[in-house]
């Protein structure tokens, strides 16, 4: 997937979250992910080192409140935004490019995975064909037809056990975009309508 911020972009774009209101990092990842629609979600392992980094520079500050560590951006912090406003201005329109980027990274990779599965389909039914003995057509025909059925239902299986482990994981990380549910919905639509157009054509 492409590269969502330039180097350097990301600290500034942090400072930026901080100075609406004080937050976790977990908070600050939920709000990249919900600027972004759902198509980018940063990790910990990105989030964090950041933050360590302008704390060192006093632009920002920690505080405990349970188990949560809070970030709160300082007077250093606002006075750096003030001189760079211009940088952030830029870093918002890239932000709004970004978005578009990879919501069509997202939708060529479902386009994608769509075509290989409908090719996996015609040359599981092709196969199929070919090993037809004329004295036992129906039988064979309905053999193939039951393997299919099992292959099909152990694909969506394996993509439901996936989907869920990463939905969890995402989950545990600092919750799920509200943008998920719909475009789930709307991209689970897209693929049962492609695939009955698929037996459709074969009927």
């Known amino acids: 997937m492409s ?3 330039a180097h350097g972009n990301l600290r500034l774009y942090l400072l930026s979250l901080l100075a609406e209101s004080p937050k976790h990092g977990y908070e600050l990842i939920q709000a990249l992910s919900e600027r972004f629609g759902g198509t980018y979600s940063p990790s910990a392992g990105t ?4 933050l360590a980094k302008l704390e060192e520079e006093g632009l920002v500050t920690k505080t405990t409140e349970g188990r949560k560590t809070v970030y709160s951006i300082t007077e250093a912090g606002r006075a750096e935004l003030v001189a760079r406003e211009g940088e952030l201005d830029a870093i918002e329109d890239e932000v709004t490019d970004s978005v578009r980027r ?7 990779g479902v386009n994608e995975a769509m075509k290989s599965l409908r090719a996996d389909l015609a040359s599981a039914a092709r196969d199929a064909k070919r090993s037809m003995r004329p004295v036992d057509i129906q039988s ?4 193939a037809a039951n393997a299919a059925t099992r292959e099909a239902e152990a694909i969506l299986n394996e993509f439901r056990q996936q989907l869920r482990t990463d939905l969890r994981s995402q989950a545990a990380r600092g919750g799920l975009p509200e943008s998920i549910i719909p475009q789930l919905r709307l991209e689970l639509a ?3 309508t492609a695939i009955l157009e698929q037996l459709t054509q074969r009927t």
Do not use: W
Not at 47 to 50: D, T
Not at 102 to 108: F, K, M, P, Q, T
Not at 140 to 143: I, L, N, S, T
């Open 102 to 108: 990879l919501a069509d990274e997202v939708r060529a």
């Open 3 to 5: 590269p969502v911020f």
């Open 190 to 192: 897209r693929v049962r």
């Open 140 to 143: 064979d025909a309905r053999q």
């Open 47 to 50: 989030i964090y080192p950041r």
